[in-house]
């Protein structure tokens, strides 16, 4: 799966026995801050239906692959679609021009393999589920060949080595049908999602702080896009990462948003994922969540970003400064029947029962 931030692929398994111990194994489970979709992929492989949802467009396609497509139904085309494209001839486009040439996100041979693989795949008749595999798998490719350090806010000043090596396109982890109905992948904000939506578990992972993730990832969303959007500053990112904000990513609109999101979501119970170091307090996500019945924290220790532990240095990789904090802690909450369950199974010693 491609490089997140936030992506919760260090807790993964966790955030399952959660849910698990939360609800019955033919519960529908809800996702509506998806991003790579691998949290709702070990949930639909432990035999949840899931429900995903986020707004940004490459992330609505990585959920059509992981979430709503089943390995039966597409597999077979996809191996044999993949396999093709890998022989497309390469052909510098957009990509090329932009992001390998007026920036260096990748190595320009990969770039023209970007722009030929992206403009067949246009060309293919592919239903939703397919598509959707097709381009997780191009995103993917991609990723493993780009010249970053995980973000697309900046490029670094030399090729990475990876950027040298030449894209190949792999068959995603498609998973197979779950028994209680089809899995979906929505394109919605998650207030929309929140209201339409239906299940029994809600997991939510919401944005923490400033850190957009349509800046972050513009380049993956003009590739399922194709729509040679206009660009702004070194990094080149659409035009439009200034003007579509996530109210998740704003100190003073997160508490009002994430508020009427819990308030409207009809499920038994609400599985949050924050960090200590966002914009909200443990406090105050304790206090939103009471209104859902008893509420449980379970805190876990992270290493913090690896720049922190390297320490602070001047442009000239002078060391002229340390962090004090190498470690945060990411906190889950659960609220509603599922906080009850934990409750009296008191198994987890981290486990309180706050409300
Ligand atoms: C912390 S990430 C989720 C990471 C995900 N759990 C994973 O493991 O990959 C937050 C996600 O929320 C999405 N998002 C931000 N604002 C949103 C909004 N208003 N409505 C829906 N999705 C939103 C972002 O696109 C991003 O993918």
Known sequence: MIKYLGSKRLLVDKITSLVGRACEQD?????LFSGTSRVGHALKRAGFRVLANDHNAYAHTLAGCYIQADAESVLVRAKSII?????TKPQPGFITHKYCEESRFFHPDNGARIDA???????????PDLRAV???????AADRVDSTTGVQMA?????????????TLRVPDVLPAVPTGRCQAHQLEAIDAAKKLTGDVAYLDPPYNQHSYLGNYHLWE???????????GIACKRTECQQRKSDFNSKP?????????????????????FSDEGYLTRDQIIHMLSARGRVAVIENDHPRYVGCKIGIHNQSGKKVGTVGKTRNKELFFVAGTGAEQLGEKKKDRQT???A
């Open 117 to 127: 693989i992206r403009d067949r795949i246009d060309t293919l008749d592919l239903d």
């Open 155 to 167: 490029y670094l000043k030399s090729w990475a080595p990876r950027a040298h090596k030449q894209m």
């Open 83 to 87: 396999d093709d494209l890998n022989t």
């Open 27 to 31: 519960s529908t489970i809800l996702d």
């Open 134 to 140: 097709i381009l997780t798998s191009l995103l993917e």
């Open 253 to 273: 609109r997160i508490e009002p948003a994430l508020r009427a999101v819990i308030q409207s979501l009809d499920v038994d119970t609400i599985v949050l994922s």
């Open 352 to 354: 309180t029962i706050l």
């Open 222 to 232: 003009t590739i399922v896009n194709w729509d040679r959007p206009p660009t702004y």
